[in-house]
Nanobody, 115 residues
Framework: QVQLVESGGGLVQAGWSLRLSCAAS????????MGWYRQAPGKQRDLVAT???????NYADSEKGPFTISRDNVKNMVYLQMNSLKPEETAVYYC?????????WGQGTPVTVSS
């Protein structure tokens, strides 16, 4: 089992920045890629960015540039630096870890961007 705990969400104004953190614990050895997804009210959960164990990032087309994903394999952490936030990026942001047999999810951290 893998446990994921997100932190760093909150209420910000448009154009501001936030840094989300995700702490992984448990069977860390089975984790391949990790990433961030978000789900706005009434919408499906969408990919924001992922990063492999070797540090190769992958971004949703809409987030190339303003967002940066990073990973610390020593601390078992993954981060999402979000710059120039927009109101339409208001959502609950979820940390994800892809194990060998299943995916794991955190409880989510809400991000609200006011205009």
């Amino acid at each position: 089992q893998v446990q994921l705990v997100e932190s760093g969400g909150g209420l910000v104004q448009a154009g501001w920045s936030l840094r989300l953190s995700c702490a992984a614990s448990g069977s860390i050895w089975c984790i391949a890629s990790m990433g961030w997804y978000r789900q706005a009210p009434g919408k499906q959960r969408d990919l924001v960015a992922t990063i492999t164990s070797g540090g190769t990032p992958n971004y949703a087309d809409s987030e190339k540039g303003p967002f940066t994903i990073s990973r610390d394999n020593v601390k078992n952490m993954v981060y999402l630096q979000m710059n120039s936030l927009k109101p339409e990026e208001t959502a609950v942001y979820y940390c994800n870890a892809e194990g060998r047999q299943r995916a794991y999810w955190g409880q989510g951290t809400p991000v609200t961007v006011s205009s």
